[in-house]
């Protein structure tokens, strides 16, 4: 075979790129492979290359290619967007780009398909992930070039057997689509379809799209997911009728202050590149925890290309935001890069007296010790200021109160302060059989501060509104800390590619909140109110009485690991687990009442999966997984009650189109979450381990694009979930709270073909069922209701755009939130709108 060698130059660049080899009939002949040429027969290709290839190109070549292909593109790491699909032309695509010379026979890559690459990478790691799956081998030749050839031995692997290359290719910043195909939300960078559980990605575009700011308002847009407000800087997320109670950043466990997520400005979606959200059990990903799922948020990295963003937005109730993005290359090679993020952003609400006010930075470096190793280092800062809202209560009989939806029971004087620090610093190694090696190090450190007017209401008349009120002063710091090292590695057995990962973690975890009350005006911490004429109540001059505490402290360290077994050319098997050692302590006191609870102990949470692929357009999957969640509740006998224990079976189809824009997701699951402590009727100072819940029910996705220029992203949720059994609750609802029905829907529709110029509209439905609370003797919901958005955008070029959305259109008046007869029922937004203006190069 004639051995023509190529290096990339301005002419290689005039003609688009570098020339990619194959070897075809003639051995005598090397011919350049191009996407147009591919789609020809043999005979065909030969005449096209004798004709005009040897004749016009031939002298120039023969000038300008005889040097050695160039090891520097071969080690330096460059961003590459290549799209899934047809193998061959992926790899003609990749070639221009990198400007590397690959040999091997068209045969080897006929009727096979790759996922593509998007992120950076060096040359052998982009080769080996678009490889991945196909059964070929790479061979590198002295002159630098590369040979493919059919791994001995083995069958032609399909694209369900696990990706040999865990480089950054999950990135969606720029990639102006609603859906991604890998996800980093498992122990390992991975395909979606390949995690048999339900996962969902919020892309870089679809926040941005729908100018979704915090994490409060992207998961309003998540399937699946339900929100429980405690006021405006304050929420709880649910999933499959359970609390969320962890969530996790760049794949680190943070978990939230007694149970709330609040809403500080290290979950302002402007720093990350994607919200990433797995439902169900993740006892192998966080060790302990509800058996609802987990959220997490992928940071935006540093790029080798410099990159501008500016965006300035403003809305009703005198909303104003603005970011300002910056990254780029800090030496010529590249090596050494960073990014810094900042963010304001002061608004009112249409709550009476209601604002809330942030500033955030955000900033990282990244550094390649070598092409393979990588250091990333930052730290995100958040400080504000808001007013707080407790919510409105229920009337004395279970109804809840129809009153303007700016009505506020607070005073001018309630305030909340709050800021929030992390620093984290990664350290990845890409190994030369494709695995990789992290080590990741995260501190958090959390602080705020409450005062309020009105923290409770007890409504003494619903005709005349009069109410007492109870003020309240509280504060709460909270400090996590995680360093957790895993190795994640192909390997060859039994003629088969597998994969495993394993891994060891440390998470600690301490929340101190102390609290009092103030005097009142009329007795004890109490004052007079009226809810449907509020008044401004005077601020106590100290807050002393009944002065008490919540402390929490949780210590879990950790072993796991996971295996990917290629039982046959379409059937994947997943075996893993995860072993921890706990330690939990609970400390609670209020004036000269105290409890002071721990406990200590190991369990092992198993998990168990099964993908098939039924097409390479689809997979058949089935799991089983389980988590743990220790109690601090004690028996009669003095002992500790051990861990309640979730298991989820769950049974799913995960599909899409073969160039990776369009995919889908159905399942079913089935929760049961067993040895619950409930108090013992016999002894009520005590309590029995014998509780049992469960939550079952269905849930399907769509996102991308079916059609050209038109993007869509929906996702519908049954759940349904009771009391199996409890003294008190047996045959209720765990979650009356969580409607039983959540649908949202939102869809682009782009009018010209130029991503970068036009017009283009947008358009979003939320929908969903009932909702109550009740108390034992009476019960207050709300019916369901539907929201309806639009949006009508316009983009000069690539660098500037401008939008304008309405939310809630046709002003349905309705509570978001029911939950305590005191407190905690909250209005949803009325109708509003917002402007933007974006501006990047």
């Known amino acids: 075979m004639h051995n023509t060698r190529f290096k990339k130059t301005r002419l290689a660049q005039a003609i688009g790129g570098a020339v990619l080899c194959t070897t075809l009939s003639l051995p005598s002949a090397l011919l350049p492979l191009t996407a147009h040429a591919q789609q020809q027969s043999q005979q065909q290709f030969q005449q096209q290359f004798q004709q005009q290839f040897q004749q016009q190109f031939q002298q120039q070549f023969q000038q300008q290619f005889q040097q050695p292909a160039q090891q520097p593109a071969q080690q330096s790491a460059q961003h590459f967007e290549v799209p899934a699909g047809d193998l061959g032309n992926a790899l003609s695509h990749f070639a221009a780009d990198s400007g590397v010379v690959i040999y091997f026979d068209a045969s080897l890559t006929q009727g096979k398909q790759t996922r593509g690459l998007s992120g950076d990478y060096n040359v052998e790691g982009g080769l080996r992930a678009l490889l991945s799956g196909s059964g070929l081998a790479l061979v590198k030749e002295a002159d630098g070039s590369y040979r493919l050839e059919e791994r001995p031995g ?8 696990v990706e040999a290359e865990w480089q950054r290719s999950v990135t969606t910043e720029d990639s102006d689509s609603f859906t991604t195909a890998r996800t980093t939300i498992g122990l390992s960078e991975q395909a979606i379809r390949d995690i048999p559980q339900s996962v969902s990605v919020l892309t870089r575009e679809k926040l941005d799209d729908q100018n979704l700011t915090n994490l409060k308002e992207a998961m309003e847009q998540a399937t699946g997911i339900s929100m429980m407000s405690y006021g405006p800087n304050q929420y709880q997320l649910r999933s499959r009728g359970y609390d969320i109670d962890s969530l996790m950043l760049d794949g680190n466990r943070v978990t939230a202050p007694y149970g709330a997520l609040a809403n500080t400005g290290l979950y302002d979606t402007a720093l990350y590149d994607r919200i990433e959200v797995m439902r169900g059990p993740t006892g192998i990903l966080m060790g302990s925890g509800e058996p609802s799922g987990t959220v997490n948020l992928a940071r935006k ?16 109730w005198d909303t104003y935001r603005s970011t300002v993005d910056v990254t780029g290359p800090l030496n010529e090679s590249g090596s050494l890069r960073g990014r810094i993020v900042g963010v304001y952003a002061d608004q009112e609400s249409f709550v009476d007296k209601v604002y809330a006010e942030d500033a955030i930075g955000y900033g990282t470096l990244e550094y390649d010790f070598t092409p393979d190793t990588t250091l990333s280092v930052g730290v995100a800062r958040q400080t504000g200021n808001s007013r707080p809202h407790s919510g409105l209560p229920v009337a004395s009989d279970g109804n809840l109160f129809d009153v303007d939806r700016s009505s506020y029971l607070g005073s001018s ?18 190994l030369d059989n494709g695995g990789i090696f992290s080590l990741k190090a995260n501190y958090i450190d959390l602080y705020r501060m409450n005062v ?3 923290e409770g209401t007890l409504v003494l008349d619903e005709d005349s509104g009069d109410m007492l009120t109870r003020n309240n002063s509280w504060s709460n710091t909270t400090k996590s800390e995680s360093l957790e090292a895993s190795l994640t590695t ?6 088969a590619e597998h994969a495993t990962t394993v891994g060891a973690s440390y998470n600690k975890y301490e929340s101190h909140t102390p609290y009092a009350y103030g005097e009142g005006d009329y007795f004890n911490q109490h004052s007079f109110q009226n809810i449907y004429s509020p008044r401004e109540l005077p601020e106590p001059d100290e807050y002393s009485l009944y002065p008490g505490y919540v402390n929490a402290d949780l210590k879990q360290e ?3 690991g996971q295996v990917n077994w290629t039982i046959m050319p379409r059937l994947n098997l997943v075996t893993g687990g995860r072993l921890d050692w706990y330690d939990i302590t609970s400390d609670l006191a209020e004036g000269d009442w105290g409890s002071l609870r721990s406990g200590d102990g190991r369990k092992f949470s198993p998990y168990y999966g099964l993908v098939y692929e039924a097409t390479p357009n689809m997979n058949l999957y089935a799991s089983v997984s389980k988590i743990f969640q220790p109690q601090t509740e004690i028996e009669s006998s003095g002992e500790i009650i051990e861990p309640r224990t979730g298991e989820q079976i769950e049974v799913g189809i995960k599909g899409g189109s073969s160039d990776g824009e369009f995919n889908w997701h159905l399942a079913v699951f089935n929760i049961e979450d067993q040895n619950r402590a409930y108090t013992d009727s016999e002894n009520s100072a005590f309590s029995i381990p014998l509780g049992e819940t469960r939550s079952r029910g269905f849930e399907a ?11 869509i992203s929906a996702g519908y949720a049954y759940t349904d979930t009771e009391y199996r059994r409890d003294d008190s609750m047996e045959g209720l609802s765990l979650s009356p709270d969580t409607p039983r029905h959540n649908f949202n829907l939102w869809t682009r529709y782009r009018f010209s073909d130029d991503v970068n110029q036009g017009w283009r509209i947008g358009a979003g439905v939320n929908a969903v069922s009932r909702i109550y609370a009740e108390d034992g003797t009476n019960r207050w919901e709300q019916g369901g209701y539907t929201l309806l958005s639009a949006q009508l955008g316009y983009r000069f070029n690539e660098n500037f755009d401008v ?20 407190r905690h029922n909250y209005y949803g937004d009325p109708r509003n709108f917002s402007f933007t203006m974006n501006y990047n190069y």
């Open 154 to 161: 083995d069958v032609a692997l399909s694209t369900v057997h």
């Open 301 to 316: 990295r540093a790029r080798r290309d410099f990159g501008f963003d500016m965006s300035l937005s403003a809305g009703s």
């Open 413 to 430: 004087w309630d305030r909340t302060h709050e800021n929030a620090t992390r620093y984290f610093a990664d350290l990845e190694h890409y």
């Open 452 to 454: 309020t007017s009105s």
């Open 490 to 495: 192909p390997f060859h057995l039994f003629d």
């Open 558 to 560: 950790s072993l796991y």
């Open 701 to 711: 996705e769509i996102s991308g694009s079916p059609l050209p220029r038109l993007d």
């Open 803 to 822: 939008s304008f959305k309405g939310n809630n259109l046709t002003d349905e008046k309705y509570y978001s939130t029911v939950r305590a007869n005191t």
